[in-house]
Nanobody
């Protein structure tokens, strides 16, 4: 089970921190957790991902330098710190997890087996 939270309305230039907690299932040590987003009328797109075991991260180009993905010490929650938000960041944000991904698959939403419910982020100009 993945539980996402932290979305809401924010003005352009502002910040939000999303959280995604996993529970109720044991994954192997290779688990990767990712954030994706989907705006109305658009396909779901990759935002960021992190390997819970070693902390390796990856980001979509448009969020590099503005968003930071991290994990807690218990390695059961990931965070997405979003700074310098822009109106084009408006979307429903989803967290996802899988324990079988290769690095090349991190940005592919179809490669993830487990998804949380979305949390809406609305950035006004």
């Amino acid at each position: 089970l993945l539980q996402a939270s932290g979305g809401g309305p924010v003005q352009a230039g502002g910040s939000l921190r999303l959280s995604c907690a996993k529970s109720g299932r044991t994954f192997n040590w290779r688990i990767v957790m990712g954030w994706f987003r989907q705006a109305p009328g658009k396909e779901r797109e990759f935002v960021a991902a992190i390997n819970l075991n070693d902390g390796t991260t990856d980001y979509e180009d448009s969020v590099k330098g503005r968003f930071t993905i991290s994990r807690n010490s218990a390695k059961n929650t990931v965070f997405l710190q979003m700074n310098s938000l822009k109106p084009e960041d408006t979307a429903v944000y989803y967290c996802a997890a899988d324990s079988t991904l290769t690095r090349s698959s991190w940005s592919n939403p179809t490669a993830y087996d487990y998804w949380g419910q979305g949390t809406q982020v609305t950035v006004s100009s």
